[in-house]
């Protein structure tokens, strides 16, 4: 909850993938509050007794999201899904507006990267959406630390400068910095 904060002011992208681990931790925890406040509330480093029950909240309201919502096993929350709607949106307002020529370079340079994940997996998602598959891929493989080849990393390299400028404009949109509108 802390961390998911502080992202969410400083890096929206950064902020889904770390809400997407939250859900798979969640997950694998069998959506258990008793073993999620056991493995991460509970020795999570807090000033006092109401965060602690703030971040216990926190966990129990996902828990009970994901189970309203049926992403018990697979998918992501509709507050999850919003942010990429949003990114989706924020991402077509950029391409439009033609005020920021270095977004715009960079990602027709990773455009045909993006169609390669859409011939290779689910056609229909949205580009941004597709990159954040990849990335969140890209995040796994690493994670169980599995060889990771030369291609796949030249190309997470090109996804990630593309999600950073995606971030840091949104970022600047959001506070009023970066005005698209005509």
Request: charged share 25%; hydrophobic share 40%; with cysteine.
């Amino acid at each position: 909850m802390f961390i998911a904060s502080k992202l969410k002011k400083e890096n929206i992208c950064e902020y889904l993938l770390y809400m997407w681990q939250i859900e798979d931790l969640i997950r694998a925890f069998n959506l258990d509050i008793d073993v999620v406040n056991q493995r991460i509330v509970a020795p999570y480093p807090v000033e006092n007794e109401t965060e602690r029950k703030e971040l216990y909240e926190w966990y129990e309201s996902l828990i009970e999201m994901m189970r309203l919502e049926n992403v018990t096993s697979k998918g992501h929350l509709q507050l999850n899904k919003n942010i990429i709607i949003d990114l989706d949106d924020f991402h077509n307002l950029i391409l439009k507006s033609g005020k920021v020529p270095a977004y715009n370079h960079v990602f027709f340079r990773v455009l045909p990267l993006i169609n390669q994940f859409r011939q290779k997996g689910e056609a229909e998602l949205s580009d941004i959406e597709q990159c954040f598959n990849f990335q969140y891929g890209y995040m796994l493989l690493r994670m169980k630390k599995t060889e990771i080849t030369p291609q796949t990393q030249q190309t997470q390299t090109e996804i990630s400068k593309f999600m950073t400028l995606l971030a840091k404009n949104y970022q600047l949109h959001e506070t009023g910095e970066l005005d698209l509108e005509d």
